[in-house]
């Protein structure tokens, strides 16, 4: 596989916390490399503020942060993606879009911060555990030798970095 820019899309049922993370992390550790994007298949149509609140602690830019249709990337003109990861088992079960240029696809399933309950430090917490679990998983795709792995190696490490827990944090 060799690319300049490699595309990659999270997905998520509501884009508005576990997906835009991933983007943001990935948008800042791809270096260049990798070009990220994020989108729901039932957007909330805003992003979550406590994912704002956690990015902006981090020094991230949260100017592209924005609750978006996954339709919005398998229409002509879109960017063509070279691999899709769905961050939640909701959108791993749905049938999504076809995307052009068939992308290489995995399930990285994080729990939904935005489902936490109690005090908002406890929620607080748990953005910042997702955060963690997403870096811990995309640095390891980050660091994978894209140009001298087949398709089908590549394919069985980016399901390994979801089902190993040990990527996950």
């Known amino acids: 596989m060799s690319n300049d820019t490699y595309n990659v899309l999270f997905l998520c049922t509501g884009n508005s916390a576990r997906s835009i993370l991933a983007e943001a992390i990935l948008n800042r550790i791809g270096q260049g490399r990798f ?3 994020s989108a729901g298949s039932q957007p909330k149509g805003e992003v979550h503020p406590f ?3 956690l990015l902006r602690s981090l020094n991230h830019d949260t100017s592209f942060a924005r609750s978006k ?38 399930h990285w399933g994080v729990p939904d911060p935005a489902a ?12 910042a555990d997702a955060y ?8 390891i795709f980050t660091s994978l030798p894209m140009n001298s792995l ?17 990527t996950a944090g």
């Open 35 to 37: 070009k990220a994007f």
């Open 51 to 53: 994912a704002l609140d």
């Open 69 to 106: 249709n996954w339709e919005e990337f398998a229409i002509p003109g879109a960017p063509e993606m070279n691999f899709v990861f769905t961050v939640c088992d909701n959108a791993a079960n749905e049938s999504c879009p076809v995307w052009p240029g068939q992308p290489m696809t995995a």
């Open 116 to 127: 936490a309950e109690g005090t908002d430090a406890e929620k607080h917490l748990a953005f």
């Open 132 to 139: 963690r679990m997403l870096n811990n998983r995309i640095s």
């Open 150 to 166: 087949d398709k089908l190696a590549l394919q069985k490490r980016l399901d390994e970095i979801g089902r190993n827990p040990a």
